[in-house]
Every structure is written in C-alpha cells, then in structure tokens.
C-alpha cells in the first residue's frame, strides 16, 4: 500500500496537508463540548443559578458544534479531492503502461484482469484514501487526546473504559484473521467474473448460433455464485463490528454510571456534585474514545481488500517490459525500406518448441514478398516480429540494416503500415478510423479519400448516409468483415508507410475485389516494401518472391513459376486450390 502511496502528487499533498488541519480542529471542537456539558450540569446542580448563566456555556457549545460540522464539510472536500485526483493519476498510469505491454505481458495478466486493475482495483484504493484521509487521521487524535483528557479521573472508570476497548481490539483482530484471506481472493474471483462476461459479449453470434445460451448462463452462474459466497462471508464478518460495537458503548456507559453511583454514594456531600460532572465528562470522552476505535474499525474493513488492490496496480506498475524501445529516431542509414532476417528463431514465453527455427531472407526496397504455407506453420508470427510485437529468441531482424530492435519504438512503428488478420475498427466516424494514429506525416481530406479509393472501399462508403462522416460503432458491429478489411487497408495506405504488412488481410474479400485492390496497390504504393500473408494462391501469386514455411521452416523461395517446379509443399497447396490444367498453364 505505502508503494502506491508514493504516486502521489504535489498537488494531493498540499490537500492532505489541509485536510490534517481541519481534522485537529474538528478534534479540538469536538472534545471541547464535554468541557461546556460538565459546566453546564454543575450550574444546573448548583442551588441559585439563574437561565442567563446557562448562556455563554450553549453559545460556545454550539459555536463547537458548527465549527466541527463546517470543519468535517471542509476535510470531506479536500479528502474528496485527494482520493479523485490519486485515482484519476493512478488510472492513467496503469493504462500508459498497459499500452506499453507486449503480447507476452498482456497474456501474462489476462485483459480481463488487466480491465478489473484499470476500474475496480482503483476504486477499492479510491474508496480508502476517502475514508482514511477522514477517519485514519481523526481516530487516533481524538482516542490520544481524549485520553488525555480523563487520565486523572477515576481510576475505576479509566479501568471499564481500558476493558472495553481490549475486547473492542480482540473482536476486531479474530474478525480480520478470519475475513483477510477471503479479501485476497475476492479480486481474482472479479477477475473471472470479467472474463466470463467478456467471453459472453464478444461470442454472442457463435453462442447463439450453436444454441448455448444455457451453457454460457450455468458458466457465468458458477462464476457469480462463486463471488457472491466469498463477499457474503467477508460483509457477514464486517456486519459483525456494528452491533458488537453498539453493545460496547452501551455497556461502557451503564457501566460508569454503575459504578460512579456507588463512588457518589461513598463521597462527602461536597463533592457529589463535582463527581456527578466528572462523571458526565468522564462518560462523554469514554464514548469519543470508543467512537475512536470504531472509526478504526472502518479502516480495518476498508484496508485489507484495498491492500490487496493496491498490490494488483504495483504488479501491473512494476512489471518489467519486455519489448524495450532503442535509441535511433533518425535516419541513420542510406538503405531505405528493406527488411532482412537473419537466421531468426523464435519461441513464445510460455513454450518450449520453437515456433521459427533459423529463417534467412531479405526483401529489398519497393518488392512485395508473400508468406504462404499450412495453418500453424508460423506465417503471422514472423510477420509479427517486424513491429516488434515480440522480439526474436535468436537471430536478427534487421530494417534498413539496421537491428530492429535499436529502433526508437514510435519511430519504428511511422515506418511501418500494419493490417492484422482481424481488422480493428473503433467507435468513431470513417475519416477518424482511415485517418487514425499519428503517422509523422500530415493526413489530409485528400489523402484519406484517396486511400479509401486505392482500397476498393468508396464503392460501399458512398452509399452510406453521411458518406465519408458516417458512423462506424466499436469493433465496426454495422459492417460487414469485408468492408472492416477494406477500411483497415485504406488505414495503412493513409500513413503512406516504408513497409506494409498484410497479414493475412484479403481473407474477408471476394476474387474480384481481391484482384482489383492489388492492382490499384501496385500503380499507386510504388516504391513500398510490401510483405503478404496469405492463404490464397490467387493473392500472392504475382509477388517478386514467395516465402514457403512449414512446421516453422523456410522450404521455399522464389516466384510463384519457379516454386511450382522446385516447392513440393507450395505445389501441393496450389493444386488444393487451382486444377491441375490451370496451373499447366501458368508454367
């Protein structure tokens, strides 16, 4: 917890500065209306006191008690502002980090828990520093300085006040030892309670369309049944305190007045009426004092689980970054737009086969280069190791000669257009999604419709309402996977990159429009680097060089002609797709 506390900025210092203040005052204000109680019931006790004698005693009675409330208004707002500014910070952070993840770490926490880290953990600490700015600070003040104030009183009541709070504390201590460890799995079971929803959402089509709206429902039963059980038993043991704690103070008052009757009883005449105000003022800082620990308890309710979130954000704060950027932001080599593999093998974290083994190629300046082979053969990742998406276990990728990873992060991705094999839209008009991201170079109208236009995708984007300024909703739900294709093509021409890497992204389209975009490619991104992944003979076939892989090795390397002749696997997949006839032809 004292880590994330850290974070905080000047600007919450200086409001929790303040906040402390107006606390001591609310304290001071406070335990000063049992001063004006006791003078107030040894005036009414005293034979011959007049009603204008009760009245500076109830004016500065309740002048403390305005102040305490204009006080408490005043900690509430700075407290307020504390624990929203920390948040609205810590938010940020942990989403700046969050995009800075690989796929490695984000696989490694999940996105459903990363979202749960993002929202609920945040509001957990948020809910803490809230109610701790308040109360942290105001309990042990006012339970010290009560103290203070009854020490020289009767030993007898100090002794109840003592016991009262120790079976206060033993209460407190057995209910957290039993709550604590449910609190730390509570988090994790809203993680899942996430994911399973989330699964829900975006696999709404394919459950409906296989007819598991049940199965899915029981999934999600299990996992809230499971959430609600483990909150059920923490709020029960939390519920505990109230009642108990109104016993407490119930009992602690019966007992002084118990036993300050018989002190009264035993004294002189005297000083009965000094002992009956004692007594009264005794009683009231007894409850402050219990008031105190109360006021902590809350504290103990709210600090375990927000202990726990606290330590969910360091881990996302504090993870390592595997992807680390380098230093090069300029041109720094007279090569421009070639991409060269240098016997790169490649395993993901969490495996221990290699994906890749010992894979040599480079694409010169201006040529498109495809990558063809079965499902699994790792086509995408070696395309995913060019934006750095993971790093290379062994080997070299090199861009323009030089070591990808001695690239600047921001400046490597303006070099580079990427269209994955699922295309991302996001909430937001056609001109937003085409011209997205910050390229380096100015997007202007012009270029966006030219883009569309180059895409095949202006033949659709006309006929929509409001044409170029026509709504697209988040993940591009009101349009088909084609045209989601199209516009994430016309998103990588806009930029008007080096390289441009098609992964696997003519898949949603049909024959015709495949072929007519690939024209239009080549007579308007001359010069561009293009590297395809794909699965259809039909779109690579006229590349400069083809690229076979299969079980993650290079088999194959040539023209689509010379790779007929000399590639088995390459042959194999061309008959799977074309006649035997058609690629007689072809020879």
Request: charged share 25%; net charge positive.
């Amino acid at each position: 917890m004292l880590k994330i506390f850290k974070r905080i900025g000047k600007k919450e210092l200086i409001f929790m500065f303040i906040s402390i203040i107006f606390v001591v005052v609310q304290v001071w204000l406070d335990l000063k209306l049992p001063d004006y109680t006791a003078t107030i019931t040894k005036l009414i006790s005293t034979k011959g006191t007049k009603i204008a004698d009760l009245k500076n005693p109830a004016i500065g009675m309740t002048l403390c008690a305005l102040g305490s409330l204009v006080s408490a208004i005043i900690v509430g707002y700075f407290a307020a502002n504390v624990a929203a500014g920390f948040s609205k910070k810590i938010r940020k952070d942990v989403f700046r980090k969050v995009g800075k993840f690989s796929m490695t770490e984000i696989k490694q926490f999940s996105t459903a828990s990363l979202i749960t880290r993002t929202t609920n953990d945040i509001t957990q600490v948020q809910m803490f520093i809230a109610m701790g700015l308040q109360l942290l600070i105001k309990a042990p003040i006012t339970a010290v300085w009560a103290i203070c104030k009854i020490s020289n009183k009767s030993w007898q009541w100090t002794a109840i006040t003592g016991g009262a709070v120790a079976v206060l504390l033993v209460m407190i201590t057995i209910l957290l030892l039993l709550a604590l460890p449910k609190f730390k799995i509570v988090q994790k079971l809203v993680d899942n309670l996430n994911k399973v929803t989330r699964e829900h959402l975006t696999g709404i089509r394919v459950v409906r369309a296989f007819n598991a709206e049940k199965f899915q429902e029981d999934k999600f039963d299990i996992a809230n049944n499971d959430l609600t059980k483990t909150q059920m038993f923490t709020q029960r043991m939390m519920a505990i305190i109230s009642p108990v704690m109104i016993f407490i103070m119930t009992g602690l008052s019966l007992a002084i007045y118990y036993s300050g009757a018989y002190i009264i009883d035993s004294a002189n005449i005297t000083d009965k009426i000094n002992i009956f105000g004692d007594m009264v003022v005794f009683s009231s800082y007894a409850m402050q004092i219990v008031m105190s620990f109360m006021m902590l308890s809350m504290i103990f309710i709210l600090y375990p689980r927000s202990s726990i979130s606290a330590n969910r954000i360091n881990e996302v704060l504090s993870s390592p970054i595997a992807i680390k950027p380098g230093k090069i932001n300029i041109k720094a080599s007279s090569s421009v737009g070639t991409v060269e593999f240098k016997n790169v093998s490649f395993k993901y974290p969490d495996s221990e086969e290699y994906m890749l083994k010992d894979i040599s190629f480079k694409v010169l300046k201006g040529e498109t280069v495809a990558f063809i082979g079965s499902t699994g053969s790792g086509k995408s990742t070696l395309i995913n190791l060019i934006p750095r998406f993971y790093d290379v276990t062994d080997g070299e990728v090199l861009i323009d000669d030089i070591n990808v990873k001695d690239y600047d992060l921001e400046y490597l991705y303006k070099k580079i257009a990427y269209i994955p094999q699922k295309a991302i839209m996001f909430s937001g008009d056609i001109k937003y999604n085409v011209g997205y991201g910050d390229s380096g170079k100015k997007k202007t109208k012009e270029n966006i419709k030219k883009a569309i236009e180059v895409a095949q995708a202006e033949e659709f984007v006309l006929k929509m309402e409001d044409k170029y300024n026509s709504y697209i909703s988040q993940g591009g739900t009101n349009i088909s996977g084609g045209q989601k294709q199209r516009l994430a093509i016309a998103r990588a021409i806009s930029r008007d990159p080096e390289i441009l890497i098609f992964d696997d992204s003519f898949s949603a389209l049909d024959y015709k429009t495949d072929y007519k975009l690939r024209k239009e490619l080549k007579k308007n991104i001359k010069g561009v680097t293009t590297l395809i992944v794909a699965q259809r003979i039909g779109t690579i076939k006229d590349a400069d060089k083809i690229i076979v892989l299969d079980e993650g090795k290079m088999v194959g390397i040539g023209t689509h002609k010379e790779l007929l002749k000399s590639c088995k696997i390459y042959k194999e997949i061309a008959l799977s797709q074309l006649s035997e006839e058609e690629l007689k032809n072809e020879k």
